[in-house]
């Protein structure tokens, strides 16, 4: 109840503000907004450059990776294989467990 008597309270003081001050609160309207838009476009500029920043650095890493791809693809694929052949010993080996039980 007190929040809602002080926001009435609150709003009938800002329209009597406003009619009493108008000329000034247009001259503080009219030196914010510049200044508003001026920060408003700066930060986007900073955000817009950084994006573009780590687009380039995808890029290259891009590039980097694809210089040296083939060597990579036949590295993994002998990692794949010694994992198959540890996984089918394993297998074994858990198969002559359950034979001796």
Known sequence: ??????GAAAAVLGIIGLAVWWKPFLQLLAGAIPFALLSGGALAI????DELKDTWKSKEEDFGTS?????????YKKEV???KKEVEGLKGEKEEKKGKK
């Open 67 to 75: 210089s040296t791809g083939s060597e990579g693809v036949e590295q």
């Open 81 to 83: 294989d010694d994992l």
């Open 46 to 49: 900073y955000l817009g450059f």
């Open 1 to 6: 109840m007190k929040t809602l008597i002080g």
